[in-house]
């Protein structure tokens, strides 16, 4: 009778325990998730602010090697003279390190570099010197324009650009530990870091019904995951977007709940054991 009693009393015990934890732990999972969740949301807000500092450091540099390159000796009257096998030998040998050389004539007729560079003679025209990004259908760079002139009379534009291809993503992603995607202004994907499926098939949520704002984190299902993500513009119509796996993001958490288990577990044992 007595052992029964116990047993009784111990089975109790234990009920009630349980039934504390139990509760308990799931409002604590359900907590730290969240938790996790928030600290990654927080840390992807913080992606465009990254690249218009790296944007910003990087313009100055661009804009002097442009300058560099648009007093080449000989490049105003080669340009002036549509002799485009002369200013583009020129131009080759002046290159450094600021990307691919950009000729452009003062007629809007490219010489060498993205064709979509002519964009940007207009603020040539208007005595400025722009460092913007240009795209087409398929690419993106970043492009530095200085006007060219010969005896004062401009005869075109010089300059450099830089490929915003999987290269530039992949650094940009390692800075900002998110995957990083570029978007033409057509919508199409210049370049990216996530699989082929996965990064059209995000680019698609963010645009759709056009209710998705820069630089406002969201949850989107692209190719069978869920992703945290924001979008930030680039210039000209193109895009970037900055998203994180939110499998990756709480990779953790089952790890957690495994030692939470065991620690309840023990708990709980010795709970019973003094009892």
């Known amino acids: 009778m007595r052992l029964t009693l116990q ?10 325990i349980l039934a504390g934890l139990v509760p308990a732990g799931i409002a604590l999972d359900r907590r730290l998730a969240a938790a996790m969740t928030e600290r990654a949301r927080e840390d992807l807000a913080l992606a465009p602010r990254a690249l218009a500092a790296r944007n910003a450091a990087g313009a100055d540099a661009m804009m002097m ?18 002799d485009d096998v002369a200013a583009t030998r020129l131009a080759s040998a002046a290159q450094g390190s600021a990307g691919a050389p950009v000729l452009l ?17 207009p603020a040539i025209r208007r005595g400025e010197m722009p460092v913007a990004i240009v795209g087409d259908a398929r690419a993106l760079h970043t492009v ?13 534009a010089a300059g450099y650009a830089i490929a915003l291809d999987s290269g530039a993503a992949g650094y940009l992603a390692g800075m900002t530990r998110s995957t990083v995607t570029f978007l033409t ?4 994907v210049a370049a990216t870091t996530l699989d082929t499926a996965a990064a059209p098939a995000l680019a698609r949520v963010l645009d759709a019904g056009g209710s998705w704002p820069d630089s406002v984190v969201r949850e989107a299902d692209a190719a069978g995951a869920r992703y945290l993500a ?21 990779a ?8 939470a288990m065991l620690s309840a577990a023990g708990a709980l044992g ?3 054991a003094l009892g």
């Open 7 to 16: 047993r009784a009393v111990v089975a109790t015990v234990a009920s009630a």
């Open 144 to 156: 530095a324009l200085a006007p060219v002139t010969d005896q004062e009379r401009r005869t075109g």
């Open 105 to 121: 004539r003062e007629d809007g007729r490219a010489v060498s570099g993205p064709a979509a560079a002519v964009a940007l003679l």
């Open 252 to 259: 953790t958490l089952p790890a957690l709940r495994r030692l």
């Open 270 to 272: 010795v709970a019973l």
């Open 185 to 188: 202004p057509g919508g199409q």
């Open 65 to 82: 090697h442009a300058q560099e390159l648009a007093r080449t000796p000989g490049l105003g009257r080669a340009l002036g003279s549509d």
């Open 230 to 250: 924001v979008a930030a513009p680039l210039g000209g119509g193109a895009r970037v977007i900055f998203a994180r796996p939110l499998a990756t993001e709480l």
